[in-house]
């Protein structure tokens, strides 16, 4: 089973009726940005695997309802011979995202987030779904 399936069935009942938390596939980067996810009574908490980033190479964006985390890396290595000559030079420049339906409801300052150790911690409060109105509306015929 490929870990967007796991994902996705393990939100199909989330939010109690609110739209479900969702990830975007993430089968490019098999390995990277792992992601555990724990339910509470009024909050979710994602710890995500970013080994080997930096805190500034992190960026967790809210928008449209989408929780969307990506980190991006840039790596530059040259290595010199005792006469100064490059003998080998290396670039590395890596970017990876998920991103996450957590609902319209959610605002930014409504979510929590950490950086230690090569995992970021992500506490998403529950919200209750606003009521949808009717979208066709009756007149009372008196």
Known sequence: ???SNVFSDMFDDMMYGLPR???VNNTRNQGLMN????????RYELDMELAGFKKG???AELKDGYLTVKAERRNDEEQKDEAGKVIRSERFTGVCQRSFYVGEDVKREDI???YEDGVLK???PKKPALPKEDEIKYI???
């Open 1 to 3: 089973m490929m870990l």
């Open 21 to 23: 938390m969702m990830p």
């Open 35 to 42: 992601c555990d996810v724990r339910e509470y009574d009024d």
């Open 57 to 59: 190479d992190i960026k």
């Open 112 to 114: 929590a987030a950490a």
């Open 122 to 124: 992500l506490s998403i």
């Open 140 to 142: 009372d015929i008196q």
